[in-house]
Every structure is written in C-alpha cells, then in structure tokens.
Nanobody
Framework: QVQLVESGGGLVQAGGSLRLSCAAS????????MGWYRQAPGKQRELVAI???????DYAESVQGRFTISRDNAKNTVYLQMNSLKAEDTAIYYCNVRSWNTQHYWGQGTQVTVSS
C-alpha cells in the first residue's frame, strides 16, 4: 500500500522560510518523478516544483529563485525548501509521486500559511 507522509507545513511571516518533506513507501513500480503541487482557496491545483530520478527539475515561474526542491532517492524522500515566502504562497501543499508506469500518488496535503 502506497504511503506518502508529509511534514513541515505551518504558519510563517512573510519573508520567512519553511521546509516541507515527503517520504514515500510502497510504490510497486519504483519512483520516477517526485514533487510538490499547491492549491490556494478558490484556485486550481498547480505545480510548484518537480524533480526526476535523474535530477532534472522544473519550477513554477512564481517560485523560481525562492524555492528549492531536492530528493534523497535512497530514502524515497523529497524536500521543498521555501525561502522569502510571500502571502500569495499560502496554500495547501501536496506531495506527488509518479511511478515508472506513470501512476500518480498524492499526499494528504499540508497547510502553509504566510502572514503579511
């Protein structure tokens, strides 16, 4: 059974930092892509950052230069370091894992609130 365990969300003042973590287990076909999406109230879920098993990354334009994604393949864990946070970064952040057979798995979400 696939489990994605997220941690690290919370309340922070604008300009502050948070680090999200997501540990995956039970993915039968192995993990290809790991990443983070977010959904703000009244908005669609959007990509924040993803990283392939080979280390290639993709970021939303709105977070480039402020957020950094990293992963530990041995631990099947992905991290999102978020710096210089803005009020518009407030959202529920979801961990996403894509297996080699293109199956998607989602975490339960972790709330990030940035106060201005």
């Amino acid at each position: 059974q696939v489990q994605l365990v997220e941690s690290g969300g919370g309340l922070v003042q604008a300009g502050g930092s948070l680090r999200l973590s997501c540990a995956a287990s039970g993915v039968m076909y192995g993990i290809n892509v790991m990443g983070w999406y977010r959904q703000a109230p009244g908005k669609q879920r959007e990509l924040v950052a993803i990283m392939t098993s080979g280390g290639s990354t993709d970021y939303a334009e709105s977070v480039q230069g402020r957020f950094t994604i990293s992963r530990d393949n041995a631990k099947n864990t992905v991290y999102l370091q978020m710096n210089s946070l803005k009020a518009e970064d407030t959202a529920i952040y979801y961990c996403n894992v894509r297996s080699w057979n293109t199956q998607h798995y989602w975490g339960q979400g972790t709330q990030v609130t940035v106060s201005s």
